[in-house]
């Protein structure tokens, strides 16, 4: 059987547990269950601190794992694992904030201490940039850290960046990391059942960012059509019963779909037709 290891709380547990299940794997229904095997995919889901899925995953003792890029870095397993899918779920940046005007550079940290939960991350960018200063681990709330006085800044994960502005902090710097959620393995491991987990959930994905776009067009206009709607390889391109006309069918990107949909018009498409995809193996 495939062990792998599912985030049991916080932000990246629903979402993940969510993709498993659109990928045809059995989830747990009671947050407290621990492990869940499914038996028809022959797999089995450990629900695990996605702080330490990197850990169990690095030492091989579970095959693959779903956690965050920053959390598998600060975990500094790095050679012992390898990145094998991003999730596009649970986007996140990781970095620097201070007092409202206190800090414009990177620079400035030096010789100050930085509160973060995340010291492993912190402490190796610092060397790579070569700054030295001061690390404070602290669990959580870091916001508050700098106004209790034991650190002058903080590198904390952003996502709206409400917690800092409801502190009266602002970012500084270029961003440490952008953060999301991804399939961890062991490095140059391929255990039974991980290229069908892992083209699952590339299914997945594809049917979450793409649609299906069928409209009719005049012949003469086809190849231009098929400007505007590429696909992924290549578009289908069916005859219709007025020999003048053909009937294109081609994969969109979601986001770019009204647009598509208003230049095929302009260009002298009719009956756009778009449709969600519900499963798919690219
Ligand atoms: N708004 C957010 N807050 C925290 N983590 C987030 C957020 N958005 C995305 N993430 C990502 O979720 C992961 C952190 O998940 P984790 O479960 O450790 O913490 P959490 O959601 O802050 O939960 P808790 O603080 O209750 O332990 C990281 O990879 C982080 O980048
Ligand atoms: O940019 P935002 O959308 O505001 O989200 C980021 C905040 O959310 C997380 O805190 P969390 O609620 O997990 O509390 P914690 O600090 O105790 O972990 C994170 O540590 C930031 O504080
Ligand atoms: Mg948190």
Redesign the pocket.
């Known amino acids: 059987m495939l062990r792998v290891a599912v985030?049991n709380?916080?932000?990246?547990?629903e979402a993940a547990s969510a993709m498993l299940t659109e990928a045809g794997y059995r989830q747990r229904r009671d947050s407290r269950e621990l492990v869940m095997v499914d038996p028809d995919n022959e797999i089995e889901f450990f629900y695990l601190?996605?702080?330490d899925i990197a850990v169990y995953v690095g030492r091989g003792i579970l095959d693959v794992g779903i956690?965050?890029?920053?959390?598998y870095m600060d975990a500094e397993v790095n050679g012992d694992v390898e990145e094998l899918l991003p999730l596009g779920i649970?986007?996140?940046t990781?970095r620097f904030a201070g007092p409202v005007g206190d800090f414009s550079s990177l620079g400035e940290l030096a010789g100050r201490r930085i509160a973060t939960s995340y010291d492993g991350l912190l402490r190796g960018y610092l060397a790579e940039q070569g700054i030295e200063a001061t690390v404070v681990r602290l669990d959580?709330a870091v916001e508050s850290s700098v106004r209790l006085g034991v650190a002058d800044a903080i590198a904390d994960?952003?996502?709206?960046g409400n917690?800092l502005k409801a502190a009266g902090m602002e970012i500084f710097g270029e961003p440490i990391l952008r953060?999301?959620?991804v399939v961890i393995g062991r490095a140059g491991q391929a255990p039974a059942g991980l290229e069908v987990l892992l083209r699952r959930l590339q299914g997945v994905l594809v049917a979450r960012q793409y649609v299906m776009v069928d409209y009719d067009v005049p012949r003469e206009l086809v190849e231009a059509a098929c400007e505007i709607t590429p696909g992924l390889e290549s578009p289908t391109v069916s005859p219709l019963k007025d020999s003048d006309w053909v009937a294109v069918r081609s994969m969109v990107r979601k986001s770019t779909t009204n647009r598509v949909m208003d230049d095929l018009y302009d260009l002298g498409a009719r009956a756009i037709l778009v449709s969600t995809i519900h499963a798919c193996r690219i």
């Open positions: 985030p709380k916080g932000s990246l547990s601190r996605p702080r956690t965050g890029r920053d959390l649970g986007a996140s990781f959580g994960v952003v996502e709206t917690t953060s999301e959620a």
